[in-house]
């Protein structure tokens, strides 16, 4: 099973159509698609193809391999500098209706379709662009679509106002919904930081670094002061204060010594502790939050 991040993935029911459409190739035995995350969980020999048809159902979205990715590179959008956009032309749109008679009095109405065409493009070349990018893929009626011929329809008929709010406060609703989105993703990476890295496991008697996905029930692991238990188990030996936060949300840090419980994503910050694994790292605590 191979993990990956869909980049510009903005839309559920996108989503949902690139998922259908790898489970539909041959070379796909599983595929899933959380929105929330954009990860894609898939399992093909073949991930040309899958890529393949990703660019060909979604050209903006790229297939990023999650072991490539630049920390502080994801997809938080320059929320300053959109809503600066957003608020001039908000501006010259208000502007534009207070001072409607002075525009429609300039020769052939020159004025307002200065104005209220430069708030309409700029505000609405997405959804203008997406539209016409369906057509010509014969996806016809869609939100954008239908955003399009209404507010073009708007100007046949000299509505000049009419189309160019319409497109505005599309545009903004659009903004919003994406801010709650990139609010919500940030969350989930923020989550995904307690995820532990490495497993230090006992492996004929020396200590070795491991991915913790391939530690078995019953494994002998060192956790040293300030990192992570990779998977829950029991303490067998050592005595330390327990950073129980990230699961718990309690600030006051636990004692924990031989015989005791703890769990994976906790963190010992006053001394090392010998934990035998009670669970591999699939049904571990952390990773059953990280699927959820």
């Not at 029911?13 to 899933?32: H, I, N, Q, Y």
């Not at 940030?186 to 996905?213: N, W």
Request: hydrophobic letters at 45%; charged letters at 25%.
């Amino acid at each position: 099973m191979e993990k990956y991040t869909l980049k510009n993935l903005d839309c559920a029911d996108c989503a949902l159509k690139l998922e259908k459409g790898l489970k539909k190739l041959d070379s796909v035995s599983f595929a899933s698609i959380n929105f929330a995350s954009s990860q894609l969980k898939i399992e093909t020999d073949d991930i040309t193809a899958a890529e393949k048809l990703i660019q060909s159902l979604e050209p903006e979205v790229e297939l990023v391999e999650r072991a490539r990715e630049i920390p502080g590179t994801g997809e938080s959008m320059n929320i300053k500098k959109e809503l600066a956009r957003l608020s001039a032309l908000l501006v010259m749109f208000i502007s534009g209706l207070i001072f409607m008679d002075r525009l429609e009095a300039t020769p052939f109405h020159a004025g307002e379709w200065v104005v209220f065409l430069t708030v309409y493009f700029i505000s609405g070349y997405k959804v203008l662009s997406s539209a016409l990018r369906n057509i010509l893929k014969g996806r016809i009626f869609d939100e954008n679509f239908l955003m399009a011929i209404a507010t073009i329809g708007a100007m046949i008929i000299h509505a000049l106002p009419e189309a160019a709010g319409v497109m505005i406060f599309f545009t903004i609703g659009e903004f919003f919904e994406d801010l709650a989105l990139d609010k919500s993703r940030r969350s989930i990476k923020s989550l995904l930081e307690i995820k532990p890295q490495t497993a230090r496991v006992l492996i004929d008697g020396k200590y070795v670094e491991t991915d913790p996905e391939k530690v078995e029930t019953g494994s002998t692991v060192l956790v040293k002061p300030g990192e992570r238990v990779p998977i829950d188990g029991r303490v067998v030996s050592g005595s330390s204060a327990v950073d129980t936060s990230a699961l718990t949300g309690e600030s006051v840090p636990r004692t924990f010594s031989r015989g005791d419980i703890i769990l994976s994503g906790m963190v010992p910050v006053s001394g090392s502790l010998t934990i035998e694994t009670t669970k591999i790292y699939a049904d571990s605590s952390i990773s059953r939050i990280l699927e959820m």
